[in-house]
């Protein structure tokens, strides 16, 4: 399974983005889809996730501004970013996390997101 992200840009501080990833392969579900970032000098966090049942999940940071989809069909994910911040400039991951054995784990390649003030 190999995941690609895009969408990743350049944005003024209250504008939007919205990020893509696409999944080629066969994904085991149940599932869980989500989006991570990490800014330099800082781990990797949550930002989004979405269980293959529909379930969300955001970071606390995002709560309110940001809108996690999901379609099993195409194997893809998005993330719709509102109201952006300065500290929200991060490189942001997609990853997929089968919850059956053996419980694979997939990361896609980084989508830079930066957020001007």
């Known amino acids: 399974v190999q995941l690609q992200a895009s969408g990743g840009g350049l944005v003024q501080a209250g504008g939007s983005l919205r990020l893509s990833c696409v999944a080629s392969g066969s994904i085991r579900s149940p599932n869980v889809m989500g989006w991570y970032r990490q800014a330099p000098g800082k781990d990797r966090e949550l930002v989004a996730r979405i269980i293959s049942d529909g379930r969300t999940t955001y970071a606390d940071s995002v709560e309110g501004r940001c809108t996690i989809s999901g379609d099993t069909a195409k194997n893809m994910v998005s993330l719709e970013m509102h109201s952006l911040k300065p500290e929200d400039a991060a490189d942001y991951f997609c990853?997929?996390?089968?919850?059956?054995?053996?419980?694979?784990?997939?990361w896609g390649q980084g989508t830079l997101v930066t957020v001007s003030s």
């Open positions: 990853g997929v996390h089968e919850l059956t054995a053996p419980m694979k784990i997939y």
